[in-house]
């Protein structure tokens, strides 16, 4: 807007409010790109939501009903929404609740389907590597080949770390091979090691998919049954050269039950879309997927770390599922060392086969001499939570008063109530969209959680405090359980929220 | 021969002269979950003639001294194992606002329509209110009176909400029992998961990061009172954390903790001479995780990992695993179908787990029917045979 220097002197009411949007606009400069880029997502949900309940709104403009925006307008001319209109002060001349609104939309709720699924937890899996010439690209810094290293390290740490009881191999396509660089091990510094030298040789040559694939088929094939079989592929380049022909082989792999998870980083190649449909029985949407920068390959990579739900058809199948013999061992600490029957090599302390009393340095594994499974106990434990997940935690609506004020979690404060009145008037929608009640709540004990602890409960904790806190099997009071309509309004948010952050 | 010792000299004094310094200055969080389970009390009152409140003086002390090493230290209490109140923050307290809430929350209102200034002054006066009251309560179990302030904020609310709870407690269970409700679970579990998230902001606040932090539990109650697999849990996120679980252990031993312990790096004590608690807290129970990887831990290393069976629930050297939901077994159930998912299992498979392995009849014997169909071979019994 135009402002005459002489009116901007004037200090009435109203020149003092203008000047203040100045500053305003001076502040927000710099974020403003970040605000229209996430204006933009957040339209196009706005869109759909608007064009369904057309009947409301004025009327002033010709617009088509569809195609109308929010402000009446066309819905395109939305797009050029300037970020200083998002930031309104509130009744009491705050900005306070509409910084937090923004800040906690920023961050990224934990939204993944909890559904309880049956899921092979006993997993033996081969990563296989792109390395050849195409991997010097360095369109990933500092180039494709040393990213993709250093997120598998990060993927071979966070595998065993989820999946304890589950095995691993790492292969490279490189010079139109196939190379191992780790044996199969449930041992992770086994691979981290193979990884760290592997950084040193530099990518080379052409890829050859259907060797990669040959390998990982003869990896996996004395693998027993009650073990999920899986290949993973970083495939970089959009062309495979390969001996002979890719389609028997994918062919063979179908036959053996391996399936296979492809993550590319140029571009959607149709042979690795036949390759992952036939192994997937038609799941492409998982398990075939293209980055879009680095951080979607990393999220892409560490999806991988969730074991995979077993199918329907996989589990009518089969006759039964099978019951594996495991030897839980004792650990003992010994005053002078001993061999182990691992390693050959002398170490104080070890586990004591309970089988055939021979001593192994590191579990878990499979005894060296009588071959019978070697776990602790904690190690089942650790893939508890994959098979019992934590429900998700529900929104609270805005209302003006709430029953906590503090997080159960970790005692934050959350914000106050809003007024009712406040809220209802139209030229703040904009501002109650961003708005949020900052609660998350469980639904089972209806204890409020902040949008940190929630992340931080269902990504690393995996119980809720709220549940384990009570002695009793706790009924949920009239006044806390949220009705169904609330329940469908929290969850529209919680959909919005996630448009503007993906 | 002098320059090669002298230099390894200067390099250990320069290595060392590091090491304090980054000591020195880092402030650390303490957490301490008390299990107040009171049947288990009961037990060990009758037979040590210990006394609740020489626990809570000996707990005190202890708190007291990790607040008196670094001036940004910081304490935190939790009571688990109550049966009224579960798992709950005692120390530091937020709940004062939720007090004034139940009480009366018509006055909250207003004073929300007032101007801030007026409120605070409503809330100080609340406030001056509520602690002249606490000092009145505390007076009469603290015997001393002057004392650094700091402490006596601890002090103070940690006698006082310890004396709420365990005087409501009876009239609570009664009535919880007058209505029917007589299943109480353990809520250890409970309080680790809210001491984690407490951890969780604390650690990753602009103000306090990069603050190392470690839980005490001291625990009266025994493994029947733990939910396993979300014990289990906030043990993994512990570790996660790098949060270290020390174990002070009053009563029957508990493998859990034990493990808990050793998986967190943390100390498990076993107490033998309860009366003597304040040495325990105050030199094994004390080491700050900063000194962690230079001391030799006061733990036991024999630690029983082996699982217990989920039917049984005996402890199971070699069992048999469900592949689908990771339940222990010690026997292969008779009707083959997994005793807690439900699922069928392989008749095949069964059939080759029962398989008992065989007797050859003589080593002689034995060479001519190679070709018979005995896998099994035990060679221990094939030389007692001989």
């Given at each position: 807007?135009?402002?005459?220097?002489?009116?901007?002197?004037?200090?009435t009411?109203?020149?003092?409010?203008?000047?203040?949007?100045?500053?305003?606009?001076?502040?927000?400069?710099?974020?403003?790109?970040?605000?229209?880029?996430?204006?933009?997502?957040?339209?196009?949900?706005?869109?759909?939501?608007?064009?369904?309940?057309?009947?409301?709104?004025?009327?002033?403009?010709?617009?088509?009903?569809?195609?109308?925006?929010?402000?009446?307008?066309?819905?395109?001319?939305d797009?050029?929404?300037?970020?200083?209109?998002?930031?309104?002060?509130?009744?009491?001349?705050?900005?306070?609740?509409i910084?937090?609104?923004?800040?906690?939309?920023?961050?990224?709720?934990y939204?993944?389907?909890?559904?309880?699924?049956?899921?092979?937890?006993?997993?033996?899996?081969?990563?296989?590597l792109?390395?050849?010439k195409?991997?010097?690209?360095?369109?990933?810094?500092?180039?494709?080949?040393?990213?993709?290293?250093?997120?598998?390290?990060?993927?071979?740490?966070?595998?065993?770390?989820?999946?304890?009881?589950?095995?691993?191999?790492?292969?490279?396509?490189?010079?139109?091979?196939?190379?191992?660089?780790?044996?199969?091990?449930?041992?992770?510094h086994?691979?981290?090691?193979?990884?760290?030298?592997?950084?040193k040789?530099?990518?080379?040559?052409?890829?050859?998919?259907?060797?990669?694939?040959?390998?990982?088929?003869?990896?996996?094939?004395?693998?027993?049954?009650?073990?999920?079989?899986?290949?993973?592929?970083?495939?970089?380049?959009?062309?495979?050269?390969?001996?002979?022909?890719?389609?028997?082989?994918?062919?063979?792999?179908?036959?053996?039950?391996?399936?296979?998870?492809?993550?590319?980083?140029?571009?959607?190649?149709?042979?690795?879309?036949?390759?992952?449909?036939?192994?997937?029985?038609?799941?492409?949407?998982?398990?075939?997927?293209?980055?879009?920068?680095?951080?979607?390959?990393?999220?892409?990579?560490?999806?991988?770390?969730?074991?995979l739900?077993?199918?329907?058809?996989?589990?009518?199948?089969?006759?039964?599922?099978?019951?594996?013999?495991?030897?839980?061992?004792?650990?003992?600490?010994?005053?002078?060392?001993?061999?182990?029957?691992?390693?050959?090599?002398?170490?104080?302390?070890?586990?004591?086969?309970?089988?055939c009393?021979s001593?192994?340095?590191?579990?878990?594994?499979?005894?060296?001499?009588?071959?019978?499974?070697?776990?602790?106990?904690?190690?089942?434990?650790?893939?508890?939570?994959?098979?019992?997940?934590?429900?998700?935690?529900?929104?609270?609506?805005i209302?003006?008063?709430y029953?906590?004020?503090?997080?159960?979690?970790c005692?934050?404060?959350?914000?106050?109530?809003?007024?009712?009145?406040?809220?209802?008037?139209?030229?703040?929608?904009?501002?109650?969209?961003?708005q949020?009640?900052?609660?998350y709540?469980?639904?089972l004990?209806?204890?409020?959680?902040?949008?940190?602890?929630?992340?931080?409960?269902?990504?690393?904790?995996h119980?809720?405090?709220?549940?384990?806190?009570?002695?009793?099997?706790?009924?949920?009071?009239a006044?806390?359980?949220?009705?169904?309509?609330d329940?469908?309004?929290?969850?529209?948010?919680?959909?919005?929220?996630?448009?503007?952050?993906? | 021969?002098?320059?090669?010792?002298?230099?390894?000299?200067?390099?250990?004094?320069?290595?060392?002269?590091?090491?304090?310094?980054?000591?020195?200055?880092?402030?650390?969080?303490?957490?301490?979950?008390?299990d107040?389970?009171?049947?288990?009390?009961?037990?060990?009152?009758?037979?040590?003639?210990?006394?609740?409140?020489?626990?809570?003086?000996?707990?005190?002390?202890?708190?007291?001294?990790?607040?008196?090493?670094?001036?940004?230290n910081?304490?935190?209490?939790?009571?688990?194992?109550?049966?009224?109140h579960?798992?709950?923050?005692?120390?530091?307290?937020?709940?004062?606002?939720?007090?004034?809430?139940?009480?009366?929350?018509?006055?909250?209102?207003?004073?929300?329509?007032?101007?801030?200034?007026?409120?605070?002054?409503?809330?100080?006066?609340?406030?001056?209110?509520?602690?002249?009251?606490?000092?009145?309560?505390?007076?009469?179990?603290?015997e001393?009176?002057?004392?650094?302030?700091?402490?006596?904020?601890?002090d103070?609310?940690?006698?006082?909400?310890?004396?709420?709870?365990?005087?409501?407690?009876?009239?609570?269970?009664?009535?919880?029992?007058?209505?029917?409700?007589?299943?109480?679970?353990?809520?250890?579990?409970g309080?680790?998961?809210?001491?984690?998230?407490?951890?969780?902001?604390?650690?990753?606040?602009?103000?306090?990061?990069?603050?190392?932090?470690?839980?005490?539990?001291?625990?009266?109650?025994?493994?029947?009172?733990?939910?396993?697999?979300?014990?289990?849990n906030?043990?993994?996120?512990?570790?996660?954390?790098?949060?270290?679980?020390?174990?002070c252990?009053?009563?029957?031993?508990?493998t859990?903790?034990?493990?808990?312990?050793?998986?967190?790096?943390?100390?498990?004590?076993?107490?033998?001479?309860?009366?003597?608690?304040?040495?325990?807290?105050?030199?094994?129970?004390?080491?700050?995780?900063?000194?962690?990887p230079?001391?030799?831990?006061?733990?036991?290393?024999?630690?029983?990992?082996?699982?217990?069976?989920?039917?049984?629930?005996?402890v199971?050297?070699?069992?048999?695993?469900?592949?689908?939901?990771?339940?222990?077994?010690?026997?292969?159930?008779?009707?083959?179908?997994?005793?807690t998912?439900?699922?069928?299992?392989?008749h095949?498979?069964?059939?080759?787990?029962?398989?008992?392995?065989?007797?050859?009849?003589?080593?002689?014997?034995?060479?001519?029917?190679?070709?018979?169909?005995?896998?099994?071979?035990?060679?221990?019994?094939k030389?007692r045979?001989?």
């Amino acid at each position: 807007m135009p402002l005459d220097p002489e009116e901007e002197n004037i200090v009435t009411p109203a020149g003092r409010h203008r000047s203040k949007e100045r500053a305003s606009i001076i502040n927000d400069d710099e974020n403003e790109q970040d605000y229209l880029d996430s204006t933009d997502k957040y339209d196009n949900s706005q869109h759909i939501e608007t064009s369904r309940n057309s009947n409301e709104g004025n009327d002033d403009h010709d617009a088509p009903e569809q195609l109308k925006g929010n402000n009446g307008g066309y819905s395109w001319e939305d797009e050029y929404r300037r970020s200083w209109d998002i930031v309104q002060e509130d009744e009491s001349g705050s900005l306070e609740t509409i910084v937090s609104g923004l800040v906690e939309s920023q961050k990224k709720r934990y939204l993944k389907d909890t559904t309880p699924f049956q899921r092979g937890i006993i997993r033996v899996n081969v990563l296989v590597l792109d390395y050849s010439k195409v991997m010097r690209e360095k369109d990933l810094r500092p180039n494709r080949a040393a990213m993709m290293i250093s997120y598998a390290i990060d993927f071979v740490n966070e595998f065993f770390d989820q999946n304890p009881i589950s095995q691993l191999s790492v292969v490279i396509m490189r010079n139109g091979l196939a190379q191992i660089v780790s044996e199969v091990s449930g041992n992770p510094h086994d691979h981290i090691e193979a990884l760290k030298k592997l950084k040193k040789t530099d990518p080379e040559g052409d890829p050859s998919l259907q060797n990669a694939l040959e390998m990982s088929r003869g990896l996996l094939l004395h693998v027993p049954s009650h073990c999920t079989r899986e290949v993973l592929i970083i495939f970089g380049a959009l062309f495979t050269s390969d001996p002979g022909n890719i389609h028997s082989t994918i062919q063979g792999l179908v036959q053996e039950k391996i399936s296979v998870r492809v993550i590319g980083l140029t571009a959607r190649v149709a042979i690795c879309d036949e390759l992952c449909r036939l192994t997937n029985h038609g799941d492409l949407k998982s398990s075939y997927n293209v980055i879009l920068n680095e951080q979607h390959f990393k999220e892409l990579f560490m999806d991988a770390v969730t074991p995979l739900a077993i199918t329907k058809t996989e589990s009518q199948n089969k006759r039964g599922f099978s019951l594996v013999k495991m030897g839980f061992p004792q650990r003992v600490s010994e005053q002078s060392p001993s061999f182990c029957a691992c390693h050959s090599r002398l170490v104080y302390g070890g586990y004591i086969c309970p089988n055939c009393k021979s001593k192994v340095c590191v579990l878990p594994t499979v005894c060296p001499c009588c071959n019978l499974t070697l776990i602790l106990s904690t190690h089942l434990a650790r893939s508890y939570h994959h098979l019992f997940p934590l429900t998700l935690f529900v929104e609270v609506p805005i209302s003006s008063s709430y029953p906590t004020n503090t997080c159960f979690g970790c005692h934050v404060r959350f914000p106050k109530g809003v007024e009712p009145s406040w809220r209802a008037t139209d030229s703040h929608k904009r501002k109650k969209e961003i708005q949020s009640s900052s609660r998350y709540r469980c639904t089972l004990c209806g204890c409020d959680f902040c949008i940190d602890c929630d992340v931080f409960i269902h990504e690393v904790l995996h119980n809720c405090p709220g549940c384990e806190s009570r002695s009793r099997n706790h009924k949920l009071s009239a006044s806390i359980q949220l009705t169904s309509k609330d329940l469908i309004d929290s969850e529209k948010n919680r959909i919005h929220i996630h448009n503007i952050n993906s | 021969m002098d320059a090669i010792a002298d230099r390894a000299f200067v390099g250990l004094k320069g290595n060392a002269k590091d090491k304090y310094h980054i000591l020195d200055e880092t402030p650390s969080l303490l957490t301490v979950i008390l299990d107040i389970n009171p049947l288990e009390w009961k037990k060990l009152m009758d037979s040590n003639n210990l006394r609740f409140k020489d626990v809570t003086s000996a707990l005190l002390v202890m708190l007291n001294s990790h607040m008196a090493l670094n001036s940004g230290n910081k304490v935190s209490l939790y009571i688990a194992n109550s049966f009224y109140h579960g798992a709950k923050l005692v120390f530091p307290s937020f709940d004062d606002d939720d007090n004034d809430d139940s009480q009366s929350p018509n006055s909250k209102e207003k004073v929300d329509d007032n101007s801030s200034l007026e409120e605070e002054k409503v809330n100080e006066i609340v406030k001056k209110k509520r602690s002249r009251q606490r000092k009145v309560n505390a007076s009469r179990i603290l015997e001393t009176t002057g004392i650094y302030r700091q402490f006596r904020i601890i002090d103070e609310t940690i006698v006082d909400s310890l004396d709420k709870i365990i005087k409501n407690e009876p009239s609570n269970l009664k009535s919880l029992v007058g209505k029917g409700e007589t299943h109480i679970k353990g809520t250890l579990s409970g309080a680790l998961s809210q001491a984690l998230s407490y951890i969780n902001r604390f650690q990753n606040s602009d103000e306090h990061s990069g603050m190392k932090a470690r839980i005490v539990c001291i625990s009266v109650s025994g493994d029947n009172t733990l939910p396993y697999v979300s014990i289990m849990n906030s043990i993994f996120a512990a570790q996660k954390q790098k949060v270290s679980v020390d174990v002070c252990k009053l009563g029957p031993n508990s493998t859990f903790l034990q493990q808990a312990s050793d998986s967190t790096n943390g100390v498990y004590i076993y107490i033998k001479h309860p009366l003597g608690l304040i040495q325990y807290l105050s030199t094994a129970l004390f080491i700050d995780p900063m000194l962690r990887p230079m001391v030799v831990l006061p733990t036991n290393t024999n630690i029983d990992f082996r699982a217990s069976c989920f039917i049984t629930n005996k402890v199971v050297d070699i069992g048999y695993v469900c592949s689908v939901c990771l339940c222990i077994l010690s026997v292969i159930p008779e009707d083959e179908i997994c005793p807690t998912c439900h699922s069928k299992l392989d008749h095949d498979l069964i059939v080759m787990l029962k398989r008992k392995p065989r007797v050859l009849p003589l080593v002689k014997k034995a060479k001519r029917k190679r070709n018979s169909s005995t896998p099994d071979i035990n060679p221990v019994k094939k030389f007692r045979e001989n």
